[in-house]
């Protein structure tokens, strides 16, 4: 997803093209897996988990590799585009399937594991591709990577077990009916709008803090810049540390916990010393993988039918909060400066709040330790 973040300079010189026209190669990707993950859920339950998962794989390495070779500054986002489309095969799927093993294994700490999975994937994707570009250029990224999804889809082949009950398999018309009526589940949509409220305002701040940090007083160079997101590490410890502890303590205080904390973060950037806004940065990763390792897990055991529409539909609303978080935050910041994207971005992470508080009740942790209990 985000292979193109530290090659945006070289795309521009490359291509021609403003840094904000460079910056499309990432917000097209988000925004087509915004639009199209809700598709995937029930796709994967008409025809089988491993089926959607492995081949979705497989062609979106063929899609990677086609980056490395695009024509064009528009080549290259419509195939970024395709990226987009098929990036939700494994992610709007993937806790579904991790559902299924529920009963041979601890569902909670397989969905923080996996989470915890992708934001190691994510700071590979970022530092690799840099790496990469800085010895051969912008397209071996791409390349190297193309070759690692392909790997990756032959394993997800070989060693993913069938899914043993997938719901209305092969029948497509039943899987959306049973998709749009998780829309009706009020414990569900408190999932989502926790899902959307909680990307929007982690995307919102670490988009906008450049400005913060590139203007004086700190008025740091954009290598200096790039530390602060190795903040994001702090979700490898987070989120499956999350995943054991909601063996023990309810899911939905869990998440409220990562939103308080995530929320801690963001004001304590307001403060005028860097290493306060180091440590907010590191604060709000940590609350945020919390929440995050959490709640699709909690939309697993809760949607008792048709799992991965209800796990597609969540993919959906997280990413729909980034599209909005990645724009909204900063026409508070041309008005209200720094202090407005945090205002905007723990607005957003209050409503994500009220939402687990107020309607995701009937908390799923039970379920899990009645399902895993020997």
């Known amino acids: 997803m985000y292979i193109t973040q530290p090659l945006l300079p070289l795309l521009g010189a490359e291509y021609g093209v403003s840094a904000a026209t460079a910056g499309t190669t990432i917000s097209a990707v988000v925004l087509v897996i915004a639009l199209s993950s809700s598709a995937y859920g029930p796709i994967a339950d008409a025809l089988g988990y491993r089926t959607v998962m492995a081949g979705g794989c497989a062609v979106l390495a063929l899609a990677t590799l086609g980056c490395a070779f695009a024509p064009g500054f528009g080549a290259l986002i419509a195939l970024r585009g395709l990226q987009g489309l098929l990036v939700p095969a494994v992610s709007a799927v993937a806790v579904a399937y991790l559902g299924e093993l529920r009963g041979k ?52 082949f ?31 949509l408190g999932a989502y709008a ?43 410890v987070a989120a499956p540390l999350a995943g054991r502890l909601s063996h023990w303590v309810t899911r939905r205080a869990l998440i409220a916990a990562g939103f308080a904390v995530a929320m801690a973060g963001m004001l304590l950037t307001l403060a005028h010393a860097l290493a306060a806004i180091a440590v907010g940065t590191v604060v709000l990763c940590a609350g945020m993988f919390v929440a995050q390792a959490i709640a699709p897990a909690y939309v697993n055991v809760t949607a008792q039918t048709a799992k991965a529409a209800a796990n597609s539909l969540y993919q959906a609303f997280y990413y729909s909060g980034a599209v909005l978080g990645s724009t909204l935050p900063g026409f508070a910041l041309e008005r209200y400066g720094w202090s407005g994207v945090v205002v905007t971005c723990v607005g957003s992470l209050t409503i994500g709040l009220v939402a687990d508080l107020a309607l995701c009740t009937g908390d799923a942790g039970a379920v899990d330790r009645e399902l895993t209990a020997p």
């Open 105 to 156: 294994r601890d569902p909670g700490a397989l969905v923080g594991a996996y989470i915890g999975a992708t934001v190691l994937g994510g700071l590979c994707g970022r530092v690799g591709s840099g790496l990469i570009a800085q010895v051969a250029g912008w397209r071996a990224p791409f390349v190297v990577f193309a070759a690692i999804t392909a790997l990756a889809a032959a394993g997800l």
């Open 158 to 188: 070989l060693s993913l077990e069938q899914t043993r009950h997938p719901v209305s398999r092969g029948t497509f018309a039943g899987a959306y009916r049973e998709m749009a009526a998780h829309l009706k589940d009020r414990r569900l």
């Open 194 to 236: 926790v899902a959307a409220s909680l990307f929007f305002g982690f995307i919102g701040v670490f988009t906008y803090l450049p400005y913060l940090l590139a203007a004086p007083p700190f008025s740091l160079s954009t290598g200096a810049i790039a530390w602060f997101y190795a903040s994001y590490a702090a979700g490898v």
